[in-house]
């Protein structure tokens, strides 16, 4: 299921794949990946995307 929520939250801060890839020292295609629902990412990733978002887990990763 492709994550929205994520992307809509990175657009607001005016970040790219590539720049929320580094801030959480991943790759671009693990970033778009995660977006378009194709990869599962671990729990420190989704932490480290809250963090980076200032989105907690609840608004970025469930429903």
């Known amino acids: 299921m492709k994550n929205l929520k994520l992307k809509a939250a990175r657009a607001s801060k005016d970040l ?7 801030i959480c020292n991943v790759s671009r295609q693990t970033i778009s990946a995660i977006e378009k629902g194709d990869y599962n990412p671990t729990i420190n990733l989704c932490i480290s995307i809250c963090k980076a978002l200032d989105r907690t887990l609840d608004e970025l990763f469930w429903d």
Do not use: G, P, V
């Open 16 to 22: 790219s794949q590539e720049d929320l890839a580094k």
